[in-house]
């Protein structure tokens, strides 16, 4: 777990992932860790690694809320402390699996891998909503890159004018738009688009008039490490957006890193096949493709050293990059 910031909460599952008694697995920040939930309805992080013989302790079993490992049959408690032993006599007391704080918010399920006296969910980002039952499914995806470079594609839309032309139907209306990138007081950035008068994209226009044009803004909102929303709105332009085409829509675009070079998102889209089908479009056949490429391109290179150029379009990439640059050396100085 190097490299990373610790003192952060990261996304490790949706909650209906982990569905019932399963010992659920899935490797985040380098290594594989264990979730499941506990018998009061709270959640247990171990790590997925017998601290004895250092096999899976998911290959084992749960007993209640101890998980007793395969090899030898030792026991954890949801705090990692080994709780059983299947000898006479106390479980030895020096033996213990990695731990992490997890709590459930908005439908996600998020860890806190740095100091857990620091650990308030207080301070998990706002995604409430999530919380309301829109009717949404949520989908998981793996990509085989850098969760920096997965930042940089969605902190910079302009890329759905070339990549997404044909999902989104969209037309060029972000060349007349106008970008506004601004930071809030608790560490949100947001990276704005906001088109006047311009023409719709083609989706839209069996809901307007020939002739109609339309106000358009996408507004991408980062938190460290990497935890965005997306607001997406198409108003009657000249009707100060009051007049909406639809409905205005907010979606999560949370990554996690898996290891250095690879990472977990967490997307939704609406509970029907259509909206599978287009999250799959989008995401695996045109997103994905093009950042496991600049990874590839990449390799073990850092993105600074590889010289990459900046635009203007990039500024709100750029300003996320630089923070969470900014937390990784101030938590390395003060070690
Ligand atoms: S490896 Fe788990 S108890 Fe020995
Ligand atoms: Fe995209």
């Known amino acids: 777990m190097t490299g990373y910031v610790k003192n952060l909460?990261?996304?490790?599952?949706?909650?209906?992932?982990?569905a019932g008694d399963v010992l659920f697995t899935r490797t985040l920040l380098d290594q594989p860790w264990l979730i499941y939930r506990k018998d009061d309805g709270g959640w247990a992080m171990l790590a997925d690694r017998c601290p004895h013989r250092f096999v899976p302790l998911s290959m084992g079993h749960r007993e209640?809320?101890?998980v007793h490992c395969r090899y030898h049959g030792l026991g954890f408690g949801p705090d990692g402390r080994c709780v059983h032993s299947p000898f006479p006599g106390d479980p030895p007391a020096h033996v213990s699996a990695a731990s992490m704080p997890i709590v459930e918010q908005h439908r996600g399920l998020w860890f806190w891998p740095g100091d857990p006296a620091l650990a308030d969910p207080a301070t998990i980002p706002d995604f409430g909503f999530l919380d309301a039952d829109a009717g949404m499914r949520r989908g998981h995806l793996r990509i085989e890159g850098h969760y920096e470079l997965i930042t940089d594609n969605l902190m910079d839309l302009t890329h759905a004018e070339f990549l997404h032309v044909e999902s989104f139907g969209v037309n060029g209306s972000i060349f007349h738009g106008e970008q506004t990138v601004w930071h809030e007081d608790d560490g949100?950035?947001?990276?704005n688009w906001d088109m006047t008068a311009v023409e719709p994209p083609e989706w839209s226009k069996p809901m307007l008039q020939p002739g109609d044009t339309v106000d358009q803004w996408l507004h991408m909102r980062w938190h460290a490490p990497a935890a965005m929303a997306l607001t997406v709105g198409l108003a009657r332009a000249g009707t100060q957006r009051a007049d909406m085409v639809v409905p205005s829509m907010m979606n999560p675009?949370?990554?996690t890193p898996e290891t250095a070079t690879s990472s977990h998102y967490f997307y939704d889209h609406e509970d029907n096949d259509?909206?599978?089908?287009?999250?799959?479009?989008?995401?695996?056949?045109?997103?994905e493709p093009m950042i496991e490429a600049a990874q590839r391109a990449l390799g073990s290179a850092d993105f600074w050293d590889a010289r990459p150029a900046?635009?203007?379009?990039?500024?709100?990439a750029i300003r996320a990059r630089r923070a969470l640059m900014q937390l990784r050396k101030a938590e390395e100085a003060a070690l």
Do not use: C, P, S
């Open 310 to 316: 900046i635009l203007k379009t990039d500024a709100g």
């Open 253 to 255: 675009h949370i990554i």
């Open 274 to 287: 259509a909206a599978a089908e287009m999250a799959r479009q989008v995401f695996i056949d045109e997103d």
């Open 64 to 66: 209640g809320d101890v």
């Open 188 to 191: 949100a950035i947001w990276n």
């Open 9 to 18: 909460w990261y996304m490790a599952a949706w909650a209906d992932e982990v």
